[in-house]
């Protein structure tokens, strides 16, 4: 389950599934079609943040016509949520800081409490996560995480 909007290219047919919520493909029974599904964090803007994941579909409609496929983020990816209570305006996330795959997502995440979707990182036993703003950081190592290397697998963090 993706934990951001999917756009689904199926049959010749796109819908887009905001997070948590499915679509439905109508087609001929038995005949078999493909398709292609893609999901990643986005800022306000629509830049990319994180990685993007994608799905490549192949199925065949069922005796309903009414195709349903789900779509899982394999235990090689995570999925990081921050909610920002500090005094302070975040403008950097690292994930994977100081390792080979360190990404950097420059974005502003309010002092106001809110809970954010930020995107999807690749999973490592040692993956850490540092959110920083000017001087100050607030730092989750691969203990904190907890990563349990399992399908659709997110952290949830709090900047205090």
Known sequence: MAKTATTITFDGDTKVADAGASVVFTGTKNVSAVGTAVTSGKTTTGTLVGLQINW???N???ATGNTTIDLNVSSE???VYVTNTSTKQITKVYVNHGLQNQTLDNLTLASDGLKYSIGY???FSNSNVRLESGTSFWKWESTDLKLPFTLNQSVS???L
Request: no cysteine.
């Open 121 to 123: 990182y690749k999973a």
């Open 56 to 58: 490549t579909l192949s």
């Open 77 to 79: 990816y995570f999925f």
């Open 60 to 62: 065949t409609y069922p």
């Open 157 to 159: 963090l709090a900047a």
